[in-house]
């Protein structure tokens, strides 16, 4: 059975250059079992990654490359169940067109029908 991410967190602040490797480490040092998803907007002086785990992480605000880190959840995601379309066994009958269903022909400023 694959991992189903459920949830997308943002990492931050975490050093310029943070590579997907780094990330990855960080998060089995963390036993957070996430998968690591793009970069995130950061600032002048960090930047973000986002990752996406089955279950939130085990604290809000957690110590990595010596500094607190803050663990924000950004989405939350819906499972789609696939449904089976339902079966008709039978066929519906034709719709027949009453007086009320049928056009009246086009007509022009004086009132008269165009073909």
Do not use: S, Y
């Not at 490797?21 to 600032?43: F, I, M, T």
């Not at 663990?71 to 719709?95: D, F, S």
Request: hydrophobic residues 35%; contains cysteine; proline residues 10%.
């Amino acid at each position: 059975m694959g991992f189903n991410i459920q949830l997308i967190f943002e990492l931050f602040p975490l050093p310029h250059g943070t590579q997907r490797q780094a990330v990855c480490q960080l998060l089995k040092d963390w036993e957070w079992q996430a998968k690591r998803l793009q970069p995130g907007k950061g600032n002048f002086g960090h930047m973000a990654w986002r990752v996406g785990p089955q279950v939130p992480p085990p604290h809000h605000v957690m110590k990595g490359f010596q500094v607190d880190i803050a663990i924000t959840q950004i989405k939350e995601l819906k499972q789609q169940h696939l449904r089976a379309a339902p079966l008709t066994l039978g066929l519906t009958p034709p719709k027949t067109l009453g007086p009320q269903d049928q056009t009246k022909p086009a007509t022009h400023q004086g009132g008269e029908a165009v073909d």
